[in-house]
């Protein structure tokens, strides 16, 4: 069995878009192994190291550090995605020590334009998908017609089953557009191909991480989006397809939740996210371009402007709770630079009544005002000028940005592990040597 150090949990809080990458990226020089337990190319993580930049879509942020890869069967993969990443690794001469489950599934090219054609029916209720494929593949999962990793690296199996699928996914596809073709045998032969480049790196991952931590590996799991957007615990309809909490890595890598350590929440110091939804403290004037240009809010994968806010601590609450976090990471306080005054949301206003509890459903949390509290901003400063505190630590900070962290630090009642004030490994403050 473990003990508690050996493995970490990195989830975001919010709505996505926390930092997640950087802070694994961070995390994994002391890992054995970083694993991806959710989601599929709609995430995008990216880090910066050694003067490269790196954006993921599936592959774990431990990859710049060559460290061993798992995506774990909680994930759906587009092959031609995962092969063009793996490709671009070896382009940078990186060691690639890649894991895929078998029983992870597979996204085709019709669960994408199903993904597209879906979405422009459901009027009010679209999720702002990503159009990447992933809510039909995990569709096609619950419906236990779904085609896994373990299909498509064995023809027999995958020409089989993937002409049932694809006569059924042709027949509704034609019901939206009629004009729509794609040959089966082209489809298969492109699959077959993806299979035999990605059968190497297949295994039991469920079996081979388990047999990890009983020796004693030091791993990192790693989220994809936020806990805000999960499928069971996020704003439904307007978020993802899987569970994007440390809810979600027992069943999206078969390590039970007792093998589990510890949970780091991360935040970032406003709140941000792409797609549809209500964001109460979102901020819509010039202000919002400043913040969103400063921090580089463009989707990793789709490049779309994100939409930005005050940082949200009401929700962040409901997320700390049920991802059971040890301590948080706050990400991207230097995107704030020059602000003054900053806003904090403490709690939401709802016919009359402070809400004790971040209330989960969009028709309540379209109604909802948010209360703030008022801060003092602090200096514009050069990337130079934020690696050097980041270089003398903690006390360097501004004096008004350690108020403002000690402020979330007293409301989420945990302590900050992790102060990020760039985007650059160097950048970073690490506040507890007993994390991981």
Same mark, same amino acid.
């Given at each position: =069995?473990?003990?508690?150090?050996?493995?970490?949990?990195?989830?975001? $809080?919010?709505?996505?878009?926390?930092?997640?990458?950087? %802070?694994?990226?961070?995390?994994?020089?002391?890992?054995?192994?970083?694993?991806?337990?959710?989601?599929?190319?709609?995430?995008?993580?990216?880090?910066?190291a050694n003067g490269i930049k790196y !954006?993921?879509?599936?592959?774990?942020?431990?990859?710049?550090?060559?460290?061993?890869?798992?995506?774990?069967?909680?994930?759906?993969?587009?092959?031609? #995605? $995962? @092969?063009?990443?793996?490709?671009?690794?070896?382009?940078l001469n990186k060691k690639i020590n890649l894991k895929i489950s078998s029983t992870a599934h597979v996204i085709f090219p019709f669960h994408i334009v199903l993904d597209g054609l879906e979405e422009q029916?459901?009027?009010?209720? !679209?999720?702002?998908?990503?159009?990447?494929? /992933?809510? +039909?593949?995990?569709?096609? !999962?619950?419906?236990?017609?779904?085609?896994?990793?373990?299909?498509?690296?064995?023809?027999?199996?995958?020409?089989?089953?993937?002409?049932?699928?694809?006569?059924?996914?042709?027949? $509704?596809?034609?019901l939206y557009n009629p004009e729509w073709k794609m040959e089966f045998e082209e489809i298969f032969e492109q699959y077959k191909k993806y299979g035999e480049i990605l059968k190497p790196y297949v295994i039991d991952t469920a079996y081979y991480l388990n047999k990890a931590l009983d020796n004693n590996k030091k791993i990192v799991f790693e989220a994809?989006?936020?806990?805000?957007?999960?499928?069971?615990?996020? =704003?439904? +309809?307007?978020?993802? *397809?899987?569970?994007?909490?440390?809810?979600?890595? *027992?069943?999206?890598?078969?390590?039970?939740?007792?093998? @589990?350590?510890?949970? $780091?929440?991360? %935040?970032?110091?406003?709140?941000?996210?792409?797609?549809?939804?209500?964001?109460?403290?979102? @901020?819509?004037?010039?202000?919002?371009?400043? %913040?969103?240009?400063?921090?580089?809010?463009?989707?990793? #994968?789709?490049?779309? +402007?994100?939409?930005?806010?005050?940082?949200?601590?009401?929700?962040?609450?409901?997320?700390? =709770? /049920?991802?059971? /976090?040890?301590?948080i990471a706050i990400t991207l306080l230097d995107a704030l630079e020059g602000i003054d005054p900053l806003k904090i949301c403490t709690a939401y206003e709802y016919e009359g009544k402070v809400l004790k509890s971040w209330p989960i459903h969009h028709e309540i949390i379209e109604k909802c005002k948010p209360i703030y509290k008022s801060f003092e901003g602090w200096p514009s400063l050069s990337q130079e000028g934020w690696t050097k505190i980041a270089k003398s630590g903690y006390k360097s900070l501004p004096r008004a940005m350690k108020i403002y962290i000690k402020f979330i630090e007293e409301q989420l009642e945990t302590e900050a592990a992790i102060i990020s004030i760039g985007p650059q490994r160097e950048q970073t403050i690490f506040m507890d040597e007993d994390l991981f």
């Open positions: =069995m473990s003990n508690d150090n050996n493995t970490i949990a990195v989830c975001g $809080l919010s709505w996505g878009d926390e930092g997640k990458g950087k %802070i694994t990226d961070y995390l994994a020089q002391k890992a054995d192994i970083v694993v991806r337990f959710n989601g599929g190319n709609n995430a995008g993580h990216t880090i910066e !954006k993921f879509k599936l592959i774990p942020s431990g990859a710049p550090l060559e460290k061993e890869l798992i995506i774990g069967n909680g994930c759906v993969i587009d092959p031609k #995605v $995962l @092969i063009e990443e793996i490709e671009n690794l070896k382009s029916s459901k009027g009010k209720y !679209k999720a702002g998908t990503t159009k990447r494929g /992933i809510g +039909p593949t995990y569709s096609d !999962k619950a419906q236990r017609w779904g085609i896994r990793i373990f299909d498509l690296i064995h023809p027999e199996y995958l020409r089989q089953k993937l002409a049932k699928l694809y006569s059924i996914k042709k027949r $509704l596809i034609q994809a989006q936020g806990s805000l957007l999960g499928i069971d615990e996020g =704003m439904y +309809p307007f978020g993802t *397809s899987s569970n994007a909490s440390a809810l979600g890595i *027992s069943a999206g890598t078969g390590i039970p939740p007792k093998k @589990i350590g510890k949970v $780091l929440g991360v %935040i970032k110091a406003y709140t941000s996210r792409v797609g549809a939804g209500n964001v109460p403290t979102e @901020i819509f004037d010039d202000l919002a371009n400043r %913040i969103r240009e400063q921090g580089h809010e463009y989707g990793t #994968v789709t490049g779309r +402007p994100r939409r930005v806010g005050w940082l949200d601590l009401f929700n962040i609450k409901y997320s700390s =709770m /049920i991802n059971g /976090i040890d301590s």
